[in-house]
């Protein structure tokens, strides 16, 4: 084992940290879909983020974090997760188009990470994340038809969260740390535009129109480096007693 650049900790923290709060909505929203199959298919992902969850925090651990800490013993605002799943208020539509842009940024993440000792448990998550993105498209084209307004205003909002996760354009090939280091095998900048790109490509036979979205998100000067984010939100306290098993810890078997 060898240790990694601290900017490549709080990398991985932020993506682990991500996709433990996309398990916690696709838990919450699986009985939620409009048919059988999203439930079953919100069900199927949110174990799967779990399992991913699971290994990030074995090798975060390795990196000197605290177990207990990982799983949920902290403060709300001590979360690094893409600022759009703090809540996600709203309908189905809006619940897709909340999820997707997240999941999606923290997979490419992940895929732009250079390491050998990584690249068996990034192979299989990325297996994963194969159904997990193109349901997500599938979901999007079909609610762009029936509700593009709804569409349209909430990737307003979540494109540019998931954008502050992914990080400034400012991180290029000459001013990204974590690329700096070679943990990535490329800039936050590339990593940016196939994000952006997928999203133009993927509306742009639809009524949605993303002329409204900041492409531009973060602004480098508000950007907080650790949090990947701009701003101090978190998610709520009911959300963080769930995350930790709060109420359920009276059942526990010792």
């Known amino acids: ?13 932020a993506i682990s940290d991500t996709k433990l709060l996309l398990g916690h909505r696709y838990a919450q929203w699986s ?4 048919s059988l199959e999203d439930d079953i ?13 699971r290994q990030l925090i074995r090798k975060l651990e390795e990196q000197g974090r605290d ?5 949920g ?16 208020d709203g309908d189905w539509a809006e619940y897709v188009a909340t999820i997707a842009p997240a999941d999606r940024a923290a997979w490419y993440m992940i895929d732009a990470i250079d390491r050998d000792d990584l690249e068996g448990m990034f192979t299989k998550m990325g297996e994963d994340e194969y159904f997990h993105l193109e349901y997500h498209d599938a979901r999007l084209e079909t609610l762009a038809d029936e509700k593009p307004d709804v569409i349209q205003a909430t990737l307003e909002k979540t494109i540019p969260q998931a954008l502050a996760l992914i990080g400034p354009v400012t991180h290029d090939e000459e001013y990204d740390p974590v690329f700096g280091t070679g943990f ?30 900041d492409w531009d998100a973060p602004d480098p000067d508000n950007w907080d480096e650790t949090r990947r984010r701009v701003g101090e939100g978190s998610i709520s306290e009911s959300d963080l007693r769930q995350l930790r098993g709060t109420e359920s810890a009276e059942f526990a078997i010792n």
């Open 1 to 13: 084992m060898s240790n990694w650049p601290a900017q490549a900790v709080d990398y991985v923290q």
């Open 31 to 34: 009985l939620a879909g409009p």
């Open 67 to 71: 177990p207990d800490w990982l799983g």
């Open 41 to 53: 298919g919100g069900a199927s992902a949110s174990q799967e983020e779990i399992g991913h969850v």
């Open 73 to 88: 013993d902290r403060d709300a605002d001590e979360f690094s997760n893409a600022a759009c799943l703090d809540t996600i």
């Open 184 to 213: 990535t095998d490329r800039p936050v900048s590339e990593i940016r535009t196939a994000f952006a790109d997928h999203y133009r490509d993927l509306f742009a036979e639809t009524d949605v129109s993303l002329e409204g979205v």
